[in-house]
């Protein structure tokens, strides 16, 4: 039985940046559909922008010689990307590496994909966005 490729397992950090910024925008649109007072209307938007960031620290650990198989390895633990991202020379602000922790420690990516009735706490869209931008920012 012939070995199937893994998914993006030969993507160029450029490629995947670019996966990243469609994310990134498809987050704006989504964001814009959220209602006040209705959290799970902005579960899509909380998917996409978290998903975003994730495929941003992809690129940037592609861009320093990471394997894709090691990467892979780490699944969605966002801390650990950050943590092996600053260790390849990305500066990110303390309170974005809190956040990125937060995000983990809560399960945000988790909750926001499959459980509307945990209520889980939930990053502040603000912050959320803070969040996406400066990783997006500071690795373009």
């Keep these: 039985m012939a070995h199937e490729p893994y998914p993006g397992g030969s993507a160029r950090p450029d490629q995947v940046r670019a996966l990243a910024d469609e994310y990134r925008k498809a987050a704006a649109v ?3 559909l ?3 007072g209705k959290p799970l209307t902005r ?3 909380r998917l996409s922008a978290i998903h975003a960031v994730e495929l941003y620290l ?3 650990l592609l861009a320093r010689g990471i394997e894709a198989e090691k990467i892979r390895g ?3 633990d966002l801390p650990a990307r950050a943590a092996l991202a600053s260790a390849g020379g990305l500066s990110l602000r303390k309170r974005t590496l809190e956040h990125i922790h937060s995000l983990s420690a809560t399960r945000e990516y988790l909750v926001s994909r499959y459980g509307p009735e945990l209520g889980a706490p939930m990053s502040q869209i603000n912050r959320l966005i803070a969040t996406l931008d400066e990783v997006a920012n500071k690795v373009t």
């Design 74 to 76: 780490l699944q969605h």
């Design 34 to 36: 959220g209602e006040r």
């Design 43 to 45: 579960a899509p938007f």
């Design 58 to 60: 992809n690129a940037f």
């Design 30 to 32: 989504l964001l814009k």
